[in-house]
């Protein structure tokens, strides 16, 4: 108890001077003062939590489907605490319950709270064995940090160990249009809840070229779709040894989309939810269709899932909205090339004289490698753009892949302002007063240039959005 005490304490002060001195959002640096003290503070305070925790983990949407469930268990009459700016290794995970923990080291009215905690693919194993969750959502498996992780199969691997572990009461919660994700069947102890895609109308129609999981994880053969949603999600088996998509528990039967947002049915245990969805394009559908499938999961009702799901708003950085110099900016994270296709389409679906900002860094977090722009498909924007300043540390790699898929403003190449501050200067005022700039940044350059933006908004800082 002391020890946690004075853990909980260092963490708190660390947390107050980071942000009093601006030297970041204490979401980590606090977690990590807290674990030297005390190892075990992760398991003694998330244990005080009277509805236990939920992890959701996976490549593309954690951060966006672990904001959408908050909404849904918020309109359940529960309390959350989670790790909200997206800091989803151990340290951030001890972070955020440091913060919801008194000077005491013990968390302020734990009763009808639930513990909501985004987790990094890789570190899912010591997550899992500190926080004893109810459940575990994986949202799908796609290339990611090819320095860190190496091919998908590497975390696949991980996962595949971490899964029997789980306590045996924990439900896993599978996306079954994801290969990768779907064989966690095989392994899984406990109860398992599904969910997929079953209106593929709006879906690629063929696998991208540089799909990352074609192959059958039971035999090795090439997978054969009849239909493609996005990346390699989709409704596939094996011609080989029969391995084979499994219906879902829990679908979309019906995706609509609409100028800022989309409709949704989806068919849950006990019935049908309609669903206004704030948050454009297709991916995002999916990320509402998982934190739908973990609230059932986790027994709540239909009602708290669509009131959840109307009221949703955009986390920071993902698609994230602004009013800067009577222009709108929409600020769209790119970290791999499956999830940066999808805002590639979502901005080509609003038709031409788009006009971008795109900054592209190779600090650790983002991924040394940066060769993964080269399998992104920029060409869905050639002819669509206005105006394109590119920006980042690596501002000139982005601009040769940009020239070679044809994106240029009205004939212009892309203009290169490797300063982030100026770029967003010079892209506002080649957008039109009342037109919507789009700015596409990496993970760290989307720390930089959102702080700025928002500055220029009047926004809270990214640790402060909700």
């Given at each position: 108890?002391?020890?946690?005490?004075?853990?909980?304490?260092?963490?708190?002060?660390?947390?107050?001077?980071?942000?009093?001195?601006?030297?970041?959002?204490?979401?980590?640096?606090?977690?990590?003062?807290?674990?030297?003290?005390?190892?075990?503070?992760?398991?003694?305070?998330?244990?005080?939590?009277?509805?236990?925790?939920?992890?959701?983990?996976?490549?593309?949407?954690?951060?966006?489907?672990?904001?959408?469930?908050?909404?849904?268990?918020?309109?359940?009459?529960?309390?959350?605490?989670?790790?909200?700016?997206?800091?989803?290794?151990?340290?951030?995970?001890?972070?955020?319950?440091?913060?919801?923990?008194?000077?005491?080291?013990?968390?302020?009215?734990?009763?009808?709270?639930?513990?909501?905690?985004?987790?990094?693919?890789?570190?899912?194993?010591?997550?899992?064995?500190?926080?004893?969750?109810?459940?575990?959502?994986?949202?799908?498996?796609?290339?990611?940090?090819?320095?860190?992780?190496?091919?998908?199969?590497?975390?696949?691997a991980v996962w595949r160990?971490?899964?029997?572990?789980?306590?045996?009461?924990?439900?896993?919660?599978?996306?079954?249009?994801?290969?990768?994700?779907?064989?966690?069947?095989?392994?899984?102890?406990?109860?398992?809840?599904?969910?997929?895609?079953?209106?593929?109308?709006?879906?690629?129609?063929?696998?991208?070229?540089?799909?990352?999981?074609?192959?059958?994880?039971?035999?090795?053969?090439?997978?054969?779709?009849?239909?493609?949603?996005?990346?390699?999600?989709?409704?596939?088996?094996?011609?080989?040894?029969?391995?084979?998509?499994?219906?879902?528990?829990?679908?979309?039967?019906?995706?609509?989309?609409?100028?800022?947002?989309?409709?949704?049915?989806?068919?849950?245990?006990?019935?049908?939810?309609?669903?206004?969805?704030?948050?454009?394009?297709?991916?995002?559908?999916?990320?509402?269709?998982?934190?739908?499938?973990?609230?059932?999961?986790?027994?709540?009702?239909?009602?708290?899932?669509?009131?959840?799901?109307?009221?949703?708003?955009?986390?920071?950085?993902?698609?994230?909205?602004?009013?800067?110099?009577?222009?709108?900016?929409?600020?769209?994270?790119?970290?791999?090339?499956?999830?940066?296709?999808?805002?590639?389409?979502?901005?080509?679906?609003?038709?031409?004289?788009?006009?971008?900002?795109?900054?592209?860094?190779?600090?650790?977090?983002?991924?040394?490698?940066?060769?993964?722009?080269?399998?992104?498909?920029?060409?869905?924007?050639?002819?669509?753009?206005?105006?394109?300043?590119?920006?980042?540390?690596?501002?000139?790699d982005m601009a040769l892949?940009?020239?070679?898929?044809?994106?240029?403003?009205?004939?212009?190449?892309?203009?290169?302002?490797?300063?982030?501050?100026?770029?967003?200067?010079?892209?506002?005022?080649?957008?039109?007063?009342?037109?919507?700039?789009?700015?596409?940044?990496?993970?760290?350059a989307m720390l930089e240039?959102?702080?700025?933006?928002?500055?220029?908004?009047?926004?809270?800082?990214?640790?402060?959005?909700?």
């Open positions: 108890m002391i020890q946690r005490t004075a853990a909980v304490a260092a963490g708190k002060a660390t947390a107050a001077v980071s942000r009093r001195f601006r030297l970041g959002g204490g979401t980590a640096l606090p977690g990590l003062v807290a674990e030297r003290i005390d190892p075990d503070v992760i398991r003694e305070l998330s244990a005080q939590l009277s509805e236990g925790s939920v992890i959701v983990t996976g490549t593309n949407g954690k951060t966006t489907t672990a904001r959408l469930l908050r909404g849904i268990a918020k309109e359940a009459g529960l309390r959350t605490i989670a790790n909200r700016a997206g800091s989803n290794m151990m340290r951030g995970i001890a972070a955020a319950l440091v913060d919801a923990a008194g000077w005491s080291g013990d968390i302020a009215s734990a009763q009808k709270r639930l513990g909501i905690f985004e987790v990094d693919e890789a570190t899912l194993p010591l997550v899992a064995d500190a926080v004893r969750p109810r459940g575990v959502l994986f949202t799908n498996l796609f290339r990611d940090q090819l320095d860190r992780y190496g091919e998908v199969e590497t975390v696949a160990a971490a899964v029997p572990g789980l306590p045996p009461e924990a439900t896993v919660v599978l996306n079954v249009d994801d290969p990768s994700v779907a064989a966690l069947a095989a392994v899984a102890q406990g109860r398992i809840l599904t969910y997929g895609m079953k209106d593929t109308s709006s879906g690629e129609g063929k696998l991208e070229h540089a799909a990352d999981a074609r192959w059958c994880t039971v035999c090795g053969n090439e997978l054969e779709y009849s239909a493609v949603i996005y990346g390699h999600l989709g409704h596939w088996r094996c011609p080989k040894c029969g391995n084979t998509r499994a219906e879902p528990d829990v679908f979309c039967g019906q995706f609509q989309a609409e100028v800022n947002g989309s409709r949704l049915t989806l068919k849950l245990p006990g019935g049908l939810v309609e669903a206004s969805l704030p948050l454009t394009g297709l991916y995002n559908a999916y990320n509402a269709l998982a934190a739908a499938a973990a609230a059932a999961a986790l027994g709540f009702g239909r009602p708290a899932v669509q009131r959840g799901l109307n009221a949703a708003t955009a986390g920071f950085g993902r698609q994230e909205r602004m009013r800067v110099g009577g222009r709108d900016v929409q600020i769209m994270l790119a970290k791999n090339p499956a999830g940066l296709n999808q805002v590639l389409r979502t901005i080509a679906a609003n038709g031409s004289n788009s006009d971008l900002a795109v900054f592209l860094n190779d600090n650790i977090a983002d991924g040394r490698d940066v060769s993964w722009i080269w399998d992104v498909d920029f060409e869905l924007l050639e002819g669509k753009t206005r105006s394109v300043t590119v920006s980042g540390l690596r501002a000139w892949r940009l020239k070679y898929a044809g994106i240029d403003g009205q004939g212009a190449s892309p203009h290169v302002e490797p300063e982030p501050a100026r770029a967003l200067k010079r892209a506002l005022r080649a957008t039109p007063e009342g037109s919507t700039l789009y700015v596409i940044p990496t993970y760290t240039v959102r702080d700025q933006l928002a500055r220029w908004a009047g926004r809270g800082a990214f640790w402060e959005a909700e």
